[in-house]
DNA sequence: CGGCAGATACGCT
DNA sequence: GCGTATCTGCCGT
């Protein structure tokens, strides 16, 4: 699979990530979700985990393309990140709300029983959905075993751009991007 | 359905 | 110590 989608500039590959697809193995079964609200995060930018340069949390957001950062916050909540940017550049985009295409009830058993818009509608939500935990941190998507592979995909329809949620620093960068009119974003 | 409190552990100061 | 790229349950409309 070719990665240079993702190498550019990252609020590019934050859009470019809209639309594409998520598929994963549990227990030999398919899980699919198409994703539609991203993040941009940017070494330059004060709301970003590698604002500070890069230390051993943020090291992968460092690498190249294709990588997962995954980080734990709030005591129990996962959220999960594809890094993107050239290689150096402390750059990755937060996957933040997604779309069931296939496999819907194990998305709900994993959920509490939650199902259709609240499955996947935010990013700690997506990782409990997927069952993406730390161990997932710095795993290499170019890699076997696909467990978890990604599938991209057009650009959709109509990319609204606005600003980030749940940040407290650059609170004006308007580095998050959802698919207009989408019912599984976690916030309109 | 909107607002608020509480849960809870880790990285960094 | 403190702040956190969040979610849930509980309260009131």
Redesign the pocket.
């Known amino acids: 699979m070719d990665w240079s989608f993702l190498a550019g500039q990252v609020d590019e590959a934050a859009q470019r990530l809209l639309g594409c697809e998520l598929e994963r193995e549990l227990n030999g079964e398919i899980v699919r979700v198409r994703i539609v609200e991203t ?1 941009a ?1 940017h070494q330059t930018d004060a ?4 604002y ?1 340069g890069r ?4 090291d992968v ?1 460092f690498g190249p393309p294709g990588f997962l ?1 995954v ?7 996962y ?1 999960m ?1 594809i890094v993107c940017g050239p290689e150096g550049e402390g750059s ?1 985009v ?1 996957i933040r709300a997604a779309e069931p295409r296939e496999g819907e009830a194990i998305l709900q058993r994993n ?2 029983g ?1 199902s259709d818009a ?1 499955l996947l509608n ?5 990782c ?1 959905a997927l069952a993406i935990d730390k161990n997932w941190n710095g795993h290499d998507l170019h890699k076997a075993p696909f467990k978890l592979i990604i599938k991209p995909a057009p650009a959709p329809e109509t990319i609204i751009q606005t600003t ?6 650059a609170v004006d960068v308007p580095w998050r991007f959802y698919i207009k009119d989408n019912p599984y974003v ?1 916030k309109p």
């Open positions: 993040e995060y709301a970003s985990h590698s500070k230390t051993p949390r943020t957001m950062y980080y734990f916050t709030y005591g129990m909540h959220c990140n990755a937060l959920r509490k939650k609240e935010g990013p700690a939500k997506l409990q980030r949620i749940g940040i407290t620093k976690s």
